[in-house]
Nanobody, 123 residues
Framework: EVQLVESGGGLVQAGGSLRLSCAAS????????IGWFRQAPGKEREGVSC????????DYADSVKGRFTISSDNAKNTVYLQMNSLKPEDTAVYYC????????????????WGQGTQVTVSS
């Protein structure tokens, strides 16, 4: 059974940091790219960051560049999203997703999704 389990969300003050984790199981982790997405109340889901299966390619939304860092530990089948200098507008439910890696970081089709973790940034 494929599972993606997010953790690490919470309540933090503006300017603070959080590290989200996405633990994967049930598929060949090394063959998949992992992406982080978020959805705020009343807004559409947006892509935040993604990482290739080897970790050699990463991509970020303009809104988080320079503040968020994605990384992976393939030995643990886990991807992390380090979020620094958090802003109230980062408040959202954060989801991780997995899609087969075919070589194009922006062409990944995500097949598997986690349940999400809430991140709330107070001003």
């Amino acid at each position: 059974e494929v599972q993606l389990v997010e953790s690490g969300g919470g309540l933090v003050q503006a300017g603070g940091s959080l590290r989200l984790s996405c633990a994967a199981s049930g598929f060949t982790f090394d063959d998949y790219a992992i992406g982080w997405f978020r959805q705020a109340p009343g807004k559409e889901r947006e892509g935040v960051s993604c990482i290739s299966s080897s970790g050699g390619s990463t991509d970020y939304a303009d809104s988080v560049k320079g503040r968020f860092t994605i990384s992976s530990d393939n030995a643990k089948n886990t991807v992390y999203l380090q979020m620094n200098s958090l802003k109230p507008e980062d408040t959202a439910v954060y989801y991780c997703a997995a899609g087969l890696w075919l070589g194009d970081i922006r062409g990944v089709k995500y097949d598997y999704w986690g349940q999400g973790t809430q991140v709330t940034v107070s001003s």
